[in-house]
């Protein structure tokens, strides 16, 4: 059997999220009792907690709902990067060493250890120009293991405008921690949203033959 990496952070009340963002909370609308053989549950969060998939909608006003995005980005062979400690911004230099015969799904590793008790205001993030070249590459999707492609404090979000008009997709705070670089199979499929920004995956990598 091929080894899988479950590369998705747990989803809990505690789980961090964007300041000002809408955090995970559970209430029970039913529980298992006399006259009830089920619990059933009713979840309230931003579909940017967890490891997430964001649509075109969420930076462009004019853009996709994640529920109209095709699949194909968030499937088939990709590569993990490590650029760990390389600053604020990830530069084309920093990757240099890994672009030879890159896949068209490139995931960026730039923790050592992706904070998970609290948001970090300092996430590192692409700079511009490396998504850039990425998207020169034939690259489709890029992800990272921070809660975002820009800055936390950037207000005009040069990386997220870069893939919104080089047409890639993207996928944010994959938790990356034990995951050596190379090459994968990445499955991070979004659901079928319709009107949403974004949508919460699964994101696992798949061992290569």
Not at 26 to 49: D, K
Request: glycine letters at 6%; one cysteine or more.
């Amino acid at each position: 059997m091929k080894k899988l990496w479950d590369i998705s952070p747990p989803v809990h009340a505690a789980a961090p999220v964007f300041p000002g963002d809408t955090a995970y909370t559970q209430t029970w609308a039913a529980t298992i009792g006399p006259g009830c053989p089920v619990n059933v549950s009713a979840i309230t969060l931003s579909p940017h907690v967890g490891a997430h998939a964001d649509a075109p909608l969420h930076y462009d006003a004019d853009g996709a709902a994640i529920g109209e995005v095709s699949l194909d980005a968030f499937l088939g062979p990709c590569r993990v990067i490590h650029a760990i400690g390389c600053g604020p911004l990830v530069k084309p230099e920093h990757i240099a060493h890994a672009l030879v015969g890159l896949p068209q799904r490139v995931l960026l590793r730039v923790y050592e250890h992706q904070p998970q008790d609290r948001f970090d205001n300092d996430l590192p993030a692409f700079a511009p120009e490396t998504v850039e070249q990425l998207a020169d590459f034939g690259v489709l999707l890029i992800g990272i293991d921070s809660a975002s492609i820009d800055p936390a404090n950037s207000k005009t979000l040069d990386s997220h405008q870069t893939i919104r008009r080089r047409g890639l997709r993207v996928l944010e705070n994959l938790l990356l921690d034990d995951v050596p670089e190379g090459d994968y199979e990445l499955i991070a499929l979004p659901l079928k949203l319709t009107t949403a920004d974004a949508s919460p995956v699964r994101a696992v990598l798949r061992e290569l033959p």
